[in-house]
C-alpha cells in the first residue's frame, strides 16, 4: 500500500515538473521533440521505460503521448521500438493475431513515418524504426536490425553530439555484434560511445544499461562493475534495472550479488503485475533463471528447486519475449539435475516447450547427456536426432545463432554417446571440436550460462578415460570463461590431485568448499573434497 501512495504521488510530481525530471524512480533522461508540452512531458516519462525495458508500461506510456498530441510522431516511433521488445531476443515473432507485435510495431513505424516529423534528428529516428520494420512479413528479424543499425550509423553521423542518437546507435552496434567476433570489436565501439556519455549524465538509466550490455562477456565485464553496481538505484522501480546488473555479476562469479539483483527484480515484476491484475511478465522467468543458476554455483539447491517449483507454476504473458519465458523456464529446470550430475533425473526431463524449438533443444541435451552419461545410446540417438532436426530447422528458418548453439548441444550429446559405445577416439574428437566451437560463440544474454559448458563436458570426459593433465587445462580453461563455476572448481581440484599434485588440488578444492559453505552440504563431490585436504 505505501509503494503504491508513493507511485501515485510520484506521477503528481511528474505531471507538474520540469522536463528533465525524475519519473517515479525511472532515471534522469532529457530528450527534446517537436510535440505540445504535454506530449513532450509524457514522451520523457515513456522513454525513460523504454530505456529501462519496461515493455508492460511502454505501450500505454506512448499511447499517453499520441493522446496528448495526435500529430507526434515520436510518440509511434516509441510505440515502434517498445512492439519490438527485448532487442537481444532475436526480435519479436509473428503470429498473425490481434497482439502480433510486429504486425502491431509495423503499424506504429508506418503511422510514425506517415506523420513525418519537424526536425532532422526526429526524422532520422522515424527512418530507424522504419528500417527496422520494412519487410517484417518476409525479411527476417537480423537482417532487418541491422539494416536498423546502418540508419542509425547515418543519424549518428549527422548529430555526433545528440545524446540520444549516440545512445541508441551504440545499443545497436551491441545488438547486431556477431556471436563469433571473440574480439568484441562492436561491443567496445559502443563502451567508447557510452563511457563519456554516463560521465556526463550518471542518472541516465539507457547509459548504464547498455553499458551492461557492451560489457556482456567475460573478458570485458569488470569494466561493466560500476554501471552495474549503480544501475539499480538510478532506476529502483524498474524490474528490469534490478535485475541487469547481474549481467556483469554473473560473469565475474559474484552470486550473492546475482541472487539479491533478481531477487529483487522479481518481487518487483510480481507486484506490478498484481497491482494491475496482469499475468507476470515472460522477464520474470528471466530472473528466476538467473537467481537459479547463482544458487547452483553455491550448492544451495532447495532454494533452487524452491525457485524452479515457482517458475513453473506461473503464468506469463504472451508479449514478444516469448523466447524469454521458452529459453529460461526450461533451462532453470534442468540445471538442477546436470549440475549435481543426477544424470538419470537429467534422462527424464520434461519437454514443456514446442518442438524444433530453443527450449526444446535445451531438454533434448539434457536428456541426451543424461541418458549417454547411463550408457543408454539408445535414447541418446534418439536425442541427438531431434536435436539435429531442430538445428536443420532453425538454419533453413535463417536462425544461424541458435542453430550454431543447437549444433553445439548435439556434437556434445554425440561425443558421449560414442564413448558409451566404446568408441573413445571419436569421443574425444567430437567433445573438443564442439568445445572448441562453443570458445569461439558468445552466449546468448537470455541465459546466465549454457546448461553445461562444453569445455568442462570435455574436461569431464578427460578425466573419465585417464588423461588428468589435459582435464586439469580443460577445467581451468573453463573457469577462464566462467569464473568460480562449481563443478569446474571441483575438476580442476580432483584433476590436479590425481595428477599428484597435492598443492594444486588444495587450492581448487579448497575454493570450491569455500563456495560451498552456504550450501545446503549433500552434494557427494564435498566429502570426497574434503577427504583429499586432509
Not at 352 to 377: K, P, V
Not at 407 to 428: C, P
Request: proline content about 5%; hydrophobic content about 45%; overall charge neutral.
Amino acid at each position: 500500500m505505501t509503494r503504491t501512495v508513493s507511485v501515485i504521488a510520484c506521477l503528481a510530481t511528474l505531471l507538474s515538473s520540469p522536463l528533465a525530471a525524475q519519473h517515479e524512480h525511472l532515471g534522469r533522461v532529457v530528450f527534446p521533440i517537436s510535440c505540445n508540452p504535454e506530449a513532450q512531458q509524457r514522451f520523457t516519462r515513456a522513454l525513460a521505460l523504454l530505456h529501462s525495458f519496461w515493455w508492460e508500461q511502454g505501450q500505454a506510456a506512448f499511447q499517453a503521448v499520441a493522446d496528448a498530441d495526435s500529430t507526434c510522431a515520436m510518440a509511434y516511433w516509441g510505440m515502434a521500438l517498445n512492439a519490438w521488445g527485448n532487442p537481444f531476443a532475436g526480435g519479436p515473432g509473428g503470429n498473425a493475431g490481434k497482439g502480433d507485435p510486429l504486425r502491431r510495431g509495423a503499424a506504429a513505424a508506418g503511422r510514425a513515418a506517415a506523420l513525418g516529423a519537424a526536425t532532422p534528428r526526429e526524422r532520422g529516428f522515424l527512418a530507424a524504426s522504419g528500417a527496422l520494420y520494412r519487410g517484417y512479413d518476409s525479411i527476417p528479424n537480423a537482417r532487418r536490425l541491422q539494416a536498423y543499425s546502418d540508419t542509425l550509423a547515418r543519424v549518428y553521423r549527422e548529430f555526433p553530439n545528440e545524446t540520444e542518437v549516440a545512445i541508441y546507435y551504440a545499443l545497436s552496434l551491441v545488438e547486431t555484434a556477431s556471436k563469433t567476433d571473440t574480439t568484441f570489436a562492436r561491443q567496445k565501439q559502443a563502451a567508447a560511445i557510452l563511457n563519456p556519455l554516463y560521465m556526463r549524465f550518471p542518472q541516465h538509466p539507457g547509459l548504464a544499461h547498455y553499458i551492461i550490455h557492451a560489457d556482456d562477456s567475460p573478458r570485458l565485464a569488470a569494466l561493466g562493475l560500476d554501471a552495474a553496481r549503480r544501475y539499480a538505484g538510478i532506476a529502483p522501480s524498474a524490474p528490469h534495472a534490478q535485475h541487469m546488473p547481474s549481467h556483469i555479476f554473473i560473469r565475474l562469479g559474484l552470486w550473492d550479488e546475482t541472487i539479491a539483483a533478481n531477487q529483487r527484480a522479481f518481487e518487483a515484476g510480481l507486484e506490478y503485475a498484481r497491482a494491475h491484475n496482469q499475468p507476470v511478465a515472460p522477464e520474470r522467468l528471466h530472473a528466476l533463471d538467473y537467481m537459479v543458476y547463482a544458487y547452483l554455483q553455491e550448492g544451495r539447491d532447495r532454494a533452487a528447486r524452491t525457485t524452479i517449483d515457482t517458475a513453473l507454476r506461473l503464468a506469463t504473458t504472451g508479449t514478444s519475449d516469448m523466447l524469454v519465458a521458452n529459453y529460461n523456464r526450461v533451462a532453470m529446470e534442468a540445471r538442477l539435475p546436470l549440475e549435481r550430475g543426477e544424470w538419470a533425473e537429467a534422462a527424464r526431463v520434461p519437454v514443456r516447450a514446442a518442438e524444433l524449438t530453443i527450449g526444446a533443444a535445451l531438454d533434448h541435451f539434457a536428456r541426451g547427456i543424461g541418458a549417454a552419461r547411463q550408457g543408454d545410446t539408445a535414447q541418446a540417438r534418439l536425442e541427438i536426432a531431434v536435436l539435429a532436426a531442430t538445428e536443420a530447422d532453425m538454419a533453413r528458418r535463417g536462425d544461424g545463432e541458435w542453430a550454431r548453439v543447437v549444433a553445439i548441444k548435439r556434437q556434445v550429446v554425440t561425443a558421449w554417446s560414442e564413448l558409451a559405445a566404446g568408441d573413445t577416439v571419436a569421443a574425444l574428437r567430437d567433445a573438443n571440436a564442439a568445445a572448441d566451437l562453443e570458445d569461439v560463440t558468445e552466449k546468448q544474454p537470455v541465459t546466465p550460462a549454457e546448461l553445461l559448458p562444453a569445455r568442462e563436458l570435455e574436461a569431464d570426459m578427460l578425466l573419465a578415460t585417464g588423461r588428468f593433465a589435459a582435464a586439469r587445462t580443460a577445467y581451468e580453461q573453463t573457469l577462464l570463461r566462467e569464473p568460480k563455476r562449481a563443478r569446474s572448481l571441483y575438476g580442476a581440484g580432483r584433476a590436479a590431485e590425481l595428477s599428484g599434485d597435492r598443492a594444486g588440488a588444495e587450492q581448487r578444492y579448497g575454493e570450491y568448499l569455500a563456495q560451498m559453505k552456504a550450501g545446503d552440504g549433500d552434494r557427494s563431490e564435498i566429502p570426497r573434497a574434503r577427504e583429499a585436504m586432509r
